[in-house]
């Protein structure tokens, strides 16, 4: 057995089964934001998302498990995790669950348009054809007479962004305890949450079923960024980030057998066009640490 495939028999369980939490849990956040407040629905997320990792940070690194020396990087790295997740959960509520999830994957190709600016990196020639072709497959899905041309997908587009940001800010904290970094994942997001919470919260809007269904979101939060974290630390990410586009099946299937929604086949394509660019960038990536 290969070095490469002995961490991998190991963490790609997990990362699939975070993958398949993370689905369910935007699944459950496209059925509750069409009653409730969007900020209720992102905090709720946030709050069990915190009860989960940060028992595990304190396990792992001890009680100063919250002290880090870059707390500005920290904080807004976070924030950059909650207003993407804002705009995603914004955009759910008017967009189909398959395409809306399809749009965020513009990730990378922001990642690449700011890698110099922010890092001083400048994109290898595969890593712009990647973009390229991801764009091309994004304008498909915008096309006249698209199930996701309405003015919420200006909202995927910046949790695109700032979920690439977030990406970016990571790699300038790669000198942190992971642990510590985990904990501010969730707990900024918890704590600003918490205080808009009491200004939008209708409380005659829940029903045991609602009730039921947030407890459950902010279970498969937790667990799936656990189950994460946790391939992340058996695997590197070379080998993971392919599998990622796997959540677009999830997404898709969620999107059927719940909403009744599926995209029809020029928008498939589309998502088809993505999925295959972020596939043979995170495969080039692979190659390319390989050689190092």
């Known amino acids: 057995m290969t070095d490469a495939a002995h961490p991998l028999r190991h963490a790609l369980p997990l990362f699939l089964l975070a993958g398949l939490c993370l689905s369910s849990l935007d699944a459950t956040a ?12 992102v905090w709720a997320r946030y709050v069990g998302q915190m009860l989960v990792v940060t028992p595990f940070a304190w396990h792992r690194t001890g009680p100063g498990f919250w002290r880090t020396r870059k707390p500005k990087l920290q904080l807004m790295r976070s924030l950059m995790l909650v207003l993407a997740t804002v705009g995603f959960f914004g955009g759910l509520r008017y967009l189909p669950l398959a395409e809306a999830s399809a749009v ?36 498909i ?26 990406q970016l800010l990571t790699r300038k904290l790669l000198d942190e305890n992971p642990h510590t970094t985990l904990f501010y994942s969730a707990s900024v997001g918890a704590l600003l ?28 939060a937790g667990l799936g960024h656990w189950c994460l974290t946790h391939a992340y630390l058996q695997a590197p ?56």
Request: overall charge positive; proline content about 6%; glycine content about 6%.
């Open 30 to 41: 496209k059925y509750l934001v069409r009653d409730h407040a969007l900020l209720v629905v």
């Open 237 to 292: 990410a070379s080998l993971l980030t392919p599998f990622t586009y796997l959540q677009i099946m999830w997404a898709t299937a969620f999107g059927y057998a719940v909403f009744g929604q599926h995209p029809d086949a020029v928008s498939a394509g589309g998502m088809a066009i993505i999925v295959a660019s972020g596939l043979l960038l995170a495969l080039w990536e692979r190659r390319r640490m390989r050689l190092l």
């Open 193 to 220: 949450l918490s205080l808009a919470v009491p200004f939008v919260v209708d409380a005659s809007n829940f029903s045991p079923t609602s009730i039921a269904l947030f407890v459950l979101m902010g279970v498969l």
């Open 141 to 166: 899905l915008l096309r006249p007479g698209s199930a996701i041309l309405h003015p919420a997908v200006v909202l995927l587009v910046g949790a695109a962004l700032a979920n690439a940001l977030y």
């Open 104 to 139: 965020t994957f513009l990730a990378p190709i922001f990642v690449v348009t700011l890698s110099w600016p922010i890092l001083r990196e400048r994109a290898p020639r595969a890593r712009r054809i990647a973009s390229i072709a991801g764009f091309i497959g994004i304008l």
